[in-house]
């Protein structure tokens, strides 16, 4: 792992509350809600002020009017960057009427702040383009606070003096880069024109969305409004499927290029149309006009393209090796539904060598990136519904043949998903039992069990977690931890301990089509089967790695309107060990082992390095400086790749990636850009491997060891027999 300084780090003059760009024709914003807006409005606000829908229903009284609105500002503007210390005292009266607004679905206010921050916005987008004319001073020592997140809102003088700053950051960061003045400005006004368009032409139902969500996440950090249209990319997301041509896309420009093509979808068994092609025209069936979409917004495009299996849908496009000016072809794809693998779990088998008079042991790995399920497959019964547990048996079905000695599952960066997943997934490792206690906002308390005998895998195993297993993973993690069914490693997780459920707001109306959107509401908090909860305090692991984040800066406790922490009454369920006794020892192997791991050092160092850098929130603004960082940073990387040669080490595919281009990921070469994503994915992992190493050592401790195994794994039967 090489350290990079994080690119959000770096960018700030990009933020903005949509990175979406519009049709350069696209009418302007209205100055009042629908009446579809106004009727969801009036919808939201009586499922979260009723105690029977919410589970922590907040009344939207004056204290709560103005913390929606505090949110509503810092969704449009989270830098403050844009509105003015003015604007913001000159918006206390419509602060102040938030709280009718909502309820009334009068909602006024919300287009009236609108409008300034789009004035704003162009104000600043202005500036930032004269500020280019002249070359910034690199030769003076000045630094940019990026961090803006608990400073007041500024005065006009002050923006000035921010965005003077902002912009020097962005054109040293170029320079740096190799490139020359002209090419610096070309890019940057390019850059600027672009957000001052993104903002200028977002629509009625973005900042209906911005406003509405004010509101949910005053109740909660996990309550959220969806429209029509991100309710259905939801859904899309949590049954990784689609009916639509296979193509995942990126606005570039004016225009929409297929970043990547899906295999074994319509367009990859078309072979027309490849990575890099830009489309400029979309039109419906075999026969249906043309419309040019060249300045479309990237979502708008999108749903064009998506349609019904079986039907047609004709595209415009230009192949990439012809240029923008390039001739215009057509093509006609047959939609499909497409299966989204790249979310899907996934597996592979790693050999870790043994010890002195230790055999060596392969250990299957899975990696689940988050916890999803077709809910409307299943609701069919469809036999191919989307799952994750189904697909996880299938690779522990495969690992059994395979005969390998033992299973690490890696939830790192699993937020969760599906409840029924988490707890079918459970009991795909335990015979049967309890899995996970929900209580309700009336304070009764269900126990959600696996009543299926059958065990998938009855063998070692080991479950990798870090900050950013949250949710369902903890569910997960949670309960092999309170059975003793394996070895939890890594890092305390998000510690998010509550449920919600997806509530479509056109069931009041009764609409013959989907107008009102969706509301994701909190009606549950959810406890370990050892009656502890996860809430702030997340899942701590057996045997911990380093923290790779602050719990400061990342987690369920930096919000401040999160649940507290409680715990309820534990349920009886089975012990299939207890870990306890042999910890000590495999803390002892796995500190001996990574002092003579160069790759697990190198993550911590880059650990550390990076902690100390966000730990800073500011960036010299001096090239003198920025560039002796940027040179360590390139000999680092070199050594440590010559060093993996002379080790016999597997190599960084990235090594040769300079450590910060100074681009945005809309200017990058977007097939360049795809196939370094996935040459990631193939980067050395010490962390996982460790994890298999600490698995394998207490399958070696166990097999020797018969009184140790015989305490720690007490059970003669039943799933957990890691010796025999």
């Known amino acids: 792992m090489t350290y990079r300084v994080p690119a959000f780090l770096l960018a700030f003059a990009l933020t903005a509350p949509a990175a979406m760009l519009a049709r350069a024709d696209s009418p302007a914003l209205p100055s009042s809600p629908t009446l579809d807006q106004t009727t969801t409005s009036k919808l939201v606000y009586g499922l979260l002020s009723d105690s029977r829908y919410a589970y922590r229903p907040r009344a939207l009284d004056a204290a ?3 913390d929606v609105f505090k949110r509503y500002l810092e969704s449009l503007d989270s830098g403050k960057q844009f509105f003015t210390k003015d604007d913001v005292d000159g918006f206390a009266p419509l602060a102040a009427r938030t709280g009718d607004a909502i309820r009334s679905g009068e909602l006024d206010p919300a287009f009236q702040v609108f409008s300034v921050y789009r004035q704003r916005a162009t104000e600043r987008v202005a500036y930032a383009r004269r500020l ?13 606070d990026y961090d803006r997140k608990d400073v007041p809102w500024a005065t006009s003088a002050e923006l000035d003096e921010l965005w003077r700053k902002s912009v020097k950051n962005d054109w040293l960061r170029l320079k740096l880069a190799g490139k020359s003045a002209a090419d610096i400005r070309k890019t940057l006004d390019k850059r600027y024109e672009t957000l001052g368009k993104s903002i200028n032409e977002l629509k009625n139902d973005d900042v209906f969305s911005f406003y509405m969500n004010a509101y949910t996440s005053a109740v909660d950090p996990h309550t959220d409004y969806f429209t029509p249209r991100t309710a259905e990319n939801f859904n899309q997301a949590m049954s990784l499927s689609l009916e639509g041509i296979g193509a995942q896309l990126q606005r570039q420009d004016d225009v929409v290029v297929i970043r990547e093509v899906v295999p074994g979808g319509p367009l990859d068994l078309d072979g027309t149309l490849k990575a890099g092609d830009r489309i400029v025209g ?43 000016d390039g001739k215009h072809r057509m093509v006609t794809i047959t939609r499909q539904k497409i299966r989204l693998s790249e979310q899907a779990a996934k597996g592979e088998t790693m050999t870790i060598p043994g010890a002195a008079g ?4 392969r250990i299957g790995i899975v990696k689940l990136p988050t916890f999803y399920q077709d809910f409307e497959g299943r609701r069919r019964n469809a036999a191919d519904y989307a799952s994750a547990t189904r697909d996880v048996a299938k690779l522990l079905a495969g690992f059994k043949a395979d005969k390998v000695d033992g299973v690490v599952l890696d939830l790192r960066n699993n937020g969760g998903g599906s409840l029924d997943e988490a707890i079918e ?12 206690q929900v209580r309700e906002s009336g304070g009764r308390v269900t126990v959600n069990s696996d009543r299926n005998p059958a065990v998938a895998w009855d063998g070692p195993l080991a479950v990798l977690i870090n900050r950013g297993s949250a949710s369902a993973s903890e569910i997960f993690a949670g309960a092999i931890q309170d059975y003793g069914r394996g070895l939890v490693i890594g890092e305390t997780t998000f510690g998010k301990g509550t449920v919600q459920n997806v509530v479509p707001l056109d069931r009041w109306p009764a609409s ?6 969706q509301v994701k509401l909190t009606i549950a908090q959810f406890f370990r089967v050892s009656g502890s909860s996860t809430q702030h305090k997340g899942v701590v692991p057996d045997l911990a790695f380093p923290a790779s984040v602050d719990a400061s800066e990342f987690g369920e406790s930096t919000y401040d309107n999160a649940l507290p922490w409680t715990r309820i009454a534990a349920v009886p369920h089975t012990q299939y060990g207890n870990f306890a006794p042999i910890l000590p020892r495999l803390e002892t192997r796995h500190g001996q082992r990574i002092q003579n791991d160069r790759e697990f050092q190198w993550w911590e160092e880059d650990v550390n390095q990076f902690r100390t850098e966000a730990a800073k929130k500011y960036v010299s603004l001096n090239e003198a400086d920025r560039r002796a960082e940027r040179d360590r940073q390139e000999t680092q990387r070199k050594q440590r790749q010559a060093t993996r040669r002379e080790l016999g080490l597997p190599l960084d595919p990235l090594a040769e990636d300079s450590s910060d281009d100074g681009l945005t990921g809309n200017e990058r070469d977007i097939v360049k850009d795809a196939a370094r994503e996935k040459a990631a994915e193939k980067r050395p992992d010490p ?14 401790l166990l097999e020797k060891d018969r009184p140790l195994s015989a305490q720690v794994l007490p059970q003669s039967t039943g799933p957990g027999r890691w010796a025999d």
Do not use: H, M
């Open 132 to 144: 280019l004319r002249q070359e910034p001073d690199f030769s003076v020592q000045e630094r940019f």
């Open 64 to 66: 709560t009017s103005q």
């Open 358 to 361: 230790e055999a060596q042991r």
């Open 282 to 324: 979309v039109g419906q069936g075999r026969s249906g006009p043309i419309e040019d979409v060249i300045g479309w917004r990237i979502d708008d495009v999108v749903s064009k393209i998506r349609g019904a299996k079986d039907t047609q849908v004709r595209l415009e496009y230009i192949p990439a090796a012809e240029g923008v």
């Open 425 to 436: 997934l459970t009991g795909l490792f335990i015979e049967q039992g309890p899995v996970v």
């Open 512 to 517: 013959e089509k989907e107008r009102f959107g």
């Open 687 to 700: 962390l996982l491997k460790e994890s298999a190493s600490i698995l394998a050592d207490a399958l070696n």
